[in-house]
């Protein structure tokens, strides 16, 4: 099979909890859902989360919660999953990139200060940072902006649960707690920290805003008495706003349980993955590396080395059964954005990035073998 950039973990246990969940009165909505949740937000430390069908799904439903419209102006980074951008579009919002920083491959925070600073007053409505490939965004910084110019953040975690970044207090502040953001969310896609095949999670401290969420999620459809604007009976419903289903199954949520208890495991593997990596390529001439010993936080989603010969690398890797990635081609640069006038030169940072970035084998159960043949065919490639 070779050794891909990225793959899934799933053990015995987890196995054992989706056949139990199976074996349940519950197929789509079940206890296993909030239990999930709950789980969930725990673990990142805020107050409320909603376990949706996938990362995409939890940002269209942010993007709607915070009233993303025709006419509506949003700042993301095109170093990105499509996603990120597509959903402020799915709500008829316009997209505006904002270039990276060339050390970190976030969004550049200066530059985001000068993007905004060149149209008038009110005229962006929020903003969406990426923790890209697993690198926390300083999120206290972002709010000052934000504050200043009256912005919504929605953290796009889907590379970072359990990773953070220090803030000015050197308190950790932990991807997708809210403690900055409005909403945060995350993807359970296979490749992720934790998997459950298709799923993903959005997180808040906004009881209004996680109120919505509910609501949008299930059809817009709500039970509640309390919200009903009159009541037939026992089985009487109301659809109070125009909502999609975007349920997770309760068997999803079932094997997000049992890999969320692997997590804290898992980041600590990957951790170790990196520190090896950096210590294999940190002297050489050809390779460079995401600044990470700077940041302790980061939760290596992906390992990203820049190289003069990135086809030829990519191409020799594949000839020994390795496979990396690239994360990613920009945003802007896809024809459905260059339709909506984005060219090639807008965002020269990120194109220069994209030119040399390879995601090399970077997941909890690559074993020390693997990764020894990995970092010995990079520098076999260099006659090293
Ligand atoms: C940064 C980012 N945002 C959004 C998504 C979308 O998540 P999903 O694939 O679960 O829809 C992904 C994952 O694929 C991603 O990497």
Redesign the pocket.
């Given at each position: 099979m070779g050794i891909s950039y990225g793959k899934q973990f799933i053990s015995e246990e987890d196995i054992q909890e989706v056949v139990k969940s199976l074996s349940s009165d519950f197929l789509t909505q079940g206890p296993k859902v909030a239990e999930f949740e709950s789980k969930f937000a725990e673990y990142i430390g805020c107050k409320y989360a909603v376990a949706v069908?996938?990362?995409?799904?939890?940002?269209h439903l942010c993007a709607l919660s915070v009233d993303v419209k025709e006419g509506v102006n949003v700042i993301t980074t095109p170093i990105?999953?499509?996603?990120?951008a597509n959903c402020v579009r799915y709500c008829g919002g316009n997209v505006f990139f904002c270039d990276i920083d060339p050390e970190t491959f976030l969004i550049d925070i200066t530059k985001l200060k000068t993007l905004i600073a060149s149209k008038p007053k009110g005229f962006f409505s929020g903003i969406i940072p990426?923790?890209?490939a697993g690198m926390a965004v300083n999120l206290e910084e972002i709010k000052k902006i934000a504050l200043e110019n009256k912005l919504w953040i929605i953290e796009?975690a889907?590379?970072a649960p359990g990773g953070y970044f220090m803030d000015s207090k050197g308190v950790k502040q932990f991807c997708g707690n809210s403690q900055f953001a409005d909403l945060a969310?995350f993807?359970?896609?296979p490749?992720?920290h934790i998997a459950t095949g298709?799923?993903?999670m959005i997180t808040t401290n906004d009881k209004k805003l996680y109120e919505k969420l509910i609501l949008l999620r299930t059809h817009g459809i709500t039970k509640n008495e309390e919200l009903l604007t009159k009541n037939d009976g026992g089985w009487y419903y109301e659809m109070q706003e125009l909502g999609f289903n975007y349920r997770i199954p309760d068997v999803l949520c079932a094997l997000g349980i049992s890999q969320l208890k692997r997590a804290n495991e898992g980041l600590k593997r990957r951790r170790e993955i990196a520190k090896k990596y950096f210590d294999a390529f940190k002297n050489h001439d050809d390779i460079k590396i995401q600044p990470f010993e700077l940041h302790s936080g980061h939760a290596f989603?992906l390992f990203i080395i820049r190289v003069s010969k990135r086809k030829e690398l990519y191409d020799y890797l594949r000839t020994k059964n390795i496979f990396a990635q690239v994360?990613?081609i920009p945003v802007h640069t896809m024809p459905y954005y260059k339709g909506l006038g984005f060219k090639e030169g807008d965002f020269p940072v990120a194109e220069s990035y994209y030119r040399d970035c390879l995601s090399i084998p970077m997941y909890p159960s690559l074993t020390d073998n693997d990764q020894d043949m990995v970092i010995k065919s990079i520098l076999e490639f260099y006659g090293n």
């Open positions: 069908s996938n990362g995409t799904a939890a940002l990105t999953f499509a996603a990120s990426v923790d890209f796009d889907c590379h969310i993807s359970f896609h490749v992720k298709e799923g993903g989603h994360h990613y």
